[in-house]
């Protein structure tokens, strides 16, 4: 496996992707024809399919300007590495000078065909959790001090980081009004859910409030193409700092704890994308928002100092009850359904990690198992699930 740096990147909206993805592409594609003059981008699958929606487009033109870009839409063409495929060709004076094909593996990853990743690049040799749970238990580690030894102290910093573009993206989207980009016309919502407080309250309905208007905040940001992180990916990104921003301002915990908090987090979106996916296109939502429901209810179980067969229970609940989620974005906009399911998610792992806290010992199902499982009901879902804009609330149209 990588390091956690591959998996959580700030960068800007709306997907990691289709617009991460790509503009990495992009901009490796540049740099190695330094005398092009213009280019053209083949967009393939679902990259062809939600690319508008998702302004893949944009976002390339962007990245190769102020060379000219034309961009093709090929939705076509079935015979494909993976959903997510793109050729980008260089020119000079009308010359094809280069072509190469990448493919944008999910969470703004990109692999170029022909480039394996090198054996370096794999700093963790375990593969599966039951792996790594045993050496901590054999060695009295958590969770976070094994991903510490295996990336090294810079990863703290790192860490630092991200956890700060996480609190950014909430502060931003909280104070932000207005309708989002791309013509449905929604209207921002998680300053007036913030705000929006009721004389008797109870304590339970204020902490849905609050964590769903910080899961809000941040998947605006992304959706009006602002800067978050991918957790593990922008379509996901607002459920894991939504209920870590929730237990630090609740509990005052440091950001030192918070750090270690998203070690473990993204330990468990690591292993998901090596042994199933992280990307819609590849396995549905239950990749994205399963991936991030997982990943944060493991973030709550390091931070509340649960022992490692509770984090993992945590994290199966998680996964197991995402599967089948389908991905089926109105208009190919990361906005209906995936706002408010960032939200519904975020709760979910709270729930999550308060159910494995009481029946841990009765658990039948391992993590690698429903990481499998998911991988495994991600193929067998039908395409037109799968970030194609074809089926499901997609076929939606507002008025
Ligand atoms: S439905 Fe889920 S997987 Fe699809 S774009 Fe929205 S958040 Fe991403």
Redesign the pocket.
């Known amino acids: 496996m990588q390091s956690l740096k591959e998996l959580y990147k700030i960068g800007c909206g709306p ?1 990691s992707s289709h617009t991460i993805g790509p503009e990495r592409a992009s901009k490796i594609f540049k740099e190695s024809n330094p005398s092009a003059d213009s280019f053209c981008v083949v967009l393939y699958g679902s990259l062809a399919k939600t690319g508008k929606g998702h302004c893949t487009d944009e976002v390339i033109k962007k990245t190769l300007f102020p060379n000219k870009c034309e961009i093709i839409f090929n939705t076509e063409e079935t015979d494909l590495p993976h959903p997510n495929t793109l050729d980008l060709i260089a020119y000079c004076n009308g010359v094809e000078q280069s072509r190469a094909r990448a493919v944008s593996v999910g969470g703004g990853s990109i692999v170029f065909e022909g480039e394996e990743i090198s054996e370096s690049e794999h700093i963790y040799s375990e593969r599966s959790f039951e792996q790594i749970a045993k050496i901590c238990r054999d060695q009295d580690k958590r969770l976070w001090e094994y991903v510490a030894e295996k990336e090294g102290a810079e990863i703290f910093s790192y860490m630092q980081e991200i956890w700060s573009a996480m609190k950014n993206a909430i502060k931003r989207g909280l104070s932000d009004e207005g309708t989002l980009p791309g013509g449905l016309g929604i209207q921002k919502k998680a300053k007036m859910l913030y705000h929006s407080q009721h004389i008797d309250e109870s304590t339970e309905i204020k902490e849905t409030r609050m964590v769903c208007s910080y899961a809000f905040a941040v998947s605006e940001q992304n959706a009006s193409g602002e800067r978050i992180v991918t957790a593990p ?1 922008c ?2 990104a607002g459920v894991l700092p939504a209920v870590l921003y929730y237990q630090q301002q609740k509990r005052g915990y440091s950001d030192e704890d918070i750090v270690r908090a998203l070690m473990t987090a993204g330990l468990i979106g690591n292993l998901i994308k090596t042994n199933a996916s992280i990307s ?1 296109a590849e396995c ?2 239950q990749a ?2 399963g991936s991030a429901c997982a990943m944060a209810s493991a973030a709550l179980g390091e931070l509340f100092g649960l022992d490692i067969d509770k984090i993992e229970y945590a994290a199966e609940i998680a996964i197991e009850h995402h599967l089948g989620l389908t ?3 109105i208009c190919g906009l ?1 906005q209906i ?2 706002i408010e ?1 960032n939200a519904v998610a975020s709760m979910r792992a709270i729930n999550a990690v308060n159910l494995s806290s009481f029946l841990w010992n009765t658990r039948r199902i391992s993590f690698d198992r429903v990481v499998q499982t998911m991988k495994e009901t991600g193929k067998d879902l039908s395409a037109r699930y799968k ?1 194609t804009s074809e089926a499901g609330l997609a076929k939606i149209r507002l008025q």
């Open positions: 997907s990916t379509g996901a819609g549905g939502c994205e928002i991905c089926d974005p990361v359904p995936c399911r970030e």
